[in-house]
């Protein structure tokens, strides 16, 4: 009785994957990338709109504007953002790891699958460690960071 029912879930199960958790995924990653290049877009006018205002000249130096906007977009990686990239890290190599992982197991036994799987998803939770362990030991630290920012806006 329960090998029919698993009979009928697993290509079940495939198709769910495959059809709705791929296309969320690259879905989920082409939203942040525009996200990420809107706010990048804005910054970058929001800073060009201040250099015109300041500026009596009618001569505006380009070169020197897009170098200064390379420097702006280099200088932006704070602690709490290389803190935050071990969440994503864990939360993706977690994820990946134990879909991997269930597939390996119930779907097609394979185990390779099974120890690529178990391999990502200690990887993931390595992450999410250290991700948990930074944010205490670097709290004061990323405060500071953000009343510096707070200040300069």
């Known amino acids: 009785m329960y090998a ?4 009928e879930l ?5 198709m769910l994957l495959l059809f709705g958790g791929i296309p969320a995924i690259i879905l989920t990653g082409v939203i942040m990338y525009l996200k990420n290049r809107r706010h990048k877009v804005e910054e970058h006018s929001k800073l060009i ?14 070169k020197a504007m ?12 704070t602690t709490k953002m ?3 990239k071990h969440l994503e890290y864990g939360a993706l190599c977690s994820l990946v790891g134990l879909f991997v992982l269930l597939y390996g197991l119930f779907i097609n036994p394979i185990n390779k699958a099974v ?3 178990g391999l990502l998803l200690t990887i993931g939770v390595a992450f999410l460690v250290m991700f948990f362990v930074s944010k205490n030991y670097l709290k004061k630290e990323i405060e500071k960071e953000e009343k510096e920012l707070a200040e300069k806006a």
């Not at 697993?10 to 495939?14: D, E, H, I, K, Q």
């Open 4 to 7: 029919t029912i698993i009979d």
């Open 115 to 117: 120890i690529i799987g």
């Open 10 to 14: 697993v290509p079940l199960f495939g």
């Open 49 to 62: 709109s201040q250099m015109i205002e300041k500026s009596e000249s009618a001569n505006i130096d380009f």
């Open 66 to 77: 897009a170098e200064m906007l390379n420097e702006t977009d280099s200088k932006k990686k």
């Open 82 to 84: 290389a803190v935050l």
